[in-house]
């Protein structure tokens, strides 16, 4: 039976039909919904592990042990997984292991916009990429064949508009899969130097034979259309190259990313006027041509930063300029990401614009408090950084900057990376104060439950991990819970715990606006009655239902969820909930 999947939704239908068993990831936009989907199938065993490095651990423990197995992330949670990959290079498999990594061209939700067709040369893996949902479900079972066949880990790479884009997917039967025999073999998975350096030879031998594969796989393919201009493409930026240049054009679709071809991409060159290689991102392709002493054309015409459109394609190879539309008289209104009307931060960082401190930020909703008007985060570098980061800027202007700065940072992203920094303070002797913002969920990508929720990705319940527990068994003696919608007492909490000695944590406990306890709860709206001054006082909070129009501050009902924060800001008393 065909269906209409996502591309992400595709991927998890492949590793269902693939046999898969184990799936241990952690969220990330806009990898999330694989795993998201794998739930679904109750034969697989699947878990939010608490970081990617974590979850690839599993996933490789695993393998060993016999099964097939997967773990999927963002480009930048491949960063925090790297030191295992680059291992599991060297050990290879027992049972197949895919890593599904989803790059973000265009940084939709991504503070970089970073290639990860490096790391697979870097680590010497095998990396596939589909360019549609069909694709999606047919190159995951794929991987799994030759993870076996290769003794290697996969890299499958998507990407935004690919693992976000529905295309037609054809269903099948789920394969039986039995685990594979566990036999005791310390010389190919015990990773000691005299074992390792014997592994190296594996590892490049193992490149050799997936050379000659790539050559010769159907992966990579030619479709000739009796043109003089040749294109070399892959992935999503096929897609868009199909849609601009049709038939005029001949292709060489590769979806072996690496190890890519020599003779094949050779034997195509040779036959055209010009050639033409699209890629998103950096010049992989291209430079790999250019080393074979083939001459395409690359980055001279494409841009090597976001996303390709077909338009900018057709410009580029046909010189045919984009049609021309009708231009709009009034300028379009810029829509900047903002926190829900609700959203538990935005008392936090309310308090800390009002105080004047320095911002140590980290990674997720909250990250938005960098806006106008909270404009209260300073810095925001990767999943933990906010309390490591703070750590340094403290210890390198002394004692009296640190009674000026806070980090901030989420219960999920403290469970992710954020404890060790938190150890690194108390073990070398610092006195920071860390702010955990704790709204009972994993927000940003989409309420993903986590270690401190106490429920697992099929929601059963679990051990919730006590944060104020855990604080204190690393040595921080003063760890406070406040709400930070008690406006009067979180300044208060602040101003204590800013002036301390050593370290401190505040847990800022609110639940997110949009969970559905929280939906009942915040089930009126806000008005504002004849008491009003005209301060303004209330608009420093950058809710999104509070505008001014003309001199007058209004709340749109249709927004406002009567989450009270704002009677809590308003000094006569001119705000009440309904």
């Keep these: ?67 097939r197995s997967m773990s999927c992330m963002k480009h930048v949670g491949l960063n925090v997984m790297a030191d295992p990959v680059f291992t599991a290079s060297y050990t290879g498999v027992n049972g197949g292991l895919v890593l599904c990594v989803a790059d973000d061209q265009g940084m939709h939700s991504s503070q970089n916009e970073q290639d990860s067709r490096h790391y697979a040369k870097a680590a010497k ?102 043109s003089k201009i040749g294109v070399i493409s892959a992935g999503i930026a096929y897609m868009y190259a199909k849609e601009a240049l049709g038939d005029k054009v001949d292709y060489l679709k590769l979806s072996v990313i690496y190890p890519l071809p020599e003779k094949k991409i050779k034997d195509f060159a040779e036959k055209y006027d010009k050639v033409y290689v699209i890629e998103e991102l950096d010049p992989i392709i291209e430079e790999h041509c250019k080393m074979l002493g083939v001459d395409v054309t690359g980055k001279d015409a494409f841009t090597l930063q ?24 009034e300028p379009t209104p810029v829509r900047p990401p903002v926190m829900c009307a609700g959203c538990p931060h935005r008392g936090t960082f309310y308090v800390l614009k009002k105080l004047g401190l320095v911002v140590s930020g980290d990674i997720g909703c909250y990250t938005l408090g960098a806006a106008p008007p909270l404009q209260s985060v300073d810095t925001t570098i990767c999943m933990g950084a906010s309390v490591s980061a703070a750590h340094g800027m403290a210890k390198a202007r002394g004692k009296e900057f640190n009674k000026k700065l806070v980090s901030v940072i989420g219960d999920s992203t403290f469970m992710h990376s954020g404890i060790t920094g938190l ?44 944060l104020i527990t855990l604080c204190k068994s690393i040595g921080v003696e003063h760890v406070v819970v406040a709400d930070p919608f008690d406006v009067k007492n979180f300044e208060k909490v602040v101003k204590e715990e ?81």
């Design 1 to 67: 039976m065909k269906k209409l999947m996502l591309g992400n939704e595709a991927v998890a239908r492949g590793a269902y039909e693939a046999g898969v068993s184990v799936v241990s990831s952690y969220p990330g936009t806009p990898s999330t919904e694989i795993t998201e989907n794998i739930v679904k199938y109750d034969d697989i065993y699947v878990e939010w592990a608490p970081n990617e490095k974590v979850g690839c651990e599993v996933a490789l423990g695993a393998s060993i042990a016999g099964a």
């Design 125 to 226: 893996i095998l990396m596939l990429e589909p360019s549609d949902s069909g694709e999606c479900k047919s190159f995951t079972k794929t991987a799994y064949e030759l993870s076996e066949k290769y003794d290697t880990p996969v890299f499958l790479r998507l990407s935004t508009r690919v693992s976000h884009s529905q295309s037609l997917v054809e269903e099948e039967e789920r394969a039986a899969r039995p685990l594979k025999d566990y036999i005791k073999d310390p010389a190919k998975y015990v990773m000691m130097p005299g074992n390792a350096i014997k592994r190296h030879v594996v590892v490049e031998d193992r490149i050799k034979a997936l050379k000659e594969m790539s050559e010769t796989t159907d992966l990579n393919s030619v479709e000739e259309n009796g």
């Design 306 to 329: 976001g996303e390709y459109t077909p338009a900018m394609i057709k410009k580029a190879v046909l010189g045919i300029d984009p049609p021309e539309f009708d231009a709009i008289d």
């Design 423 to 466: 150890v690194d303070i108390v073990y070398n002797k610092g006195n920071n104060t860390v702010i955990i913002l704790d709204n009972s969920i994993t927000g940003m990508t989409g309420h993903q439950d986590n270690p401190t929720t106490g429920y697992t990705i099929r929601k059963e319940p679990t051990a919730q991990v006590n």
């Design 498 to 578: 800013t002036e301390r000695e050593e370290p401190s944590v505040i847990i800022a406990q609110r639940p997110c606006a949009l969970l559905p306890p929280m939906r009942k709860k915040y089930s009126g709206h806000c008005e504002i009655n004849d008491k009003c001054r005209k301060c303004k006082m209330c608009m420093k909070l950058g809710c999104p239902a509070i505008s001014v129009e003309g001199d007058t501050v209004k709340i749109d009902t249709t927004q406002c969820n009567g989450c009270g924060l704002c009677t809590n800001v308003c000094p006569f008393g001119a705000i009440e909930e309904k």
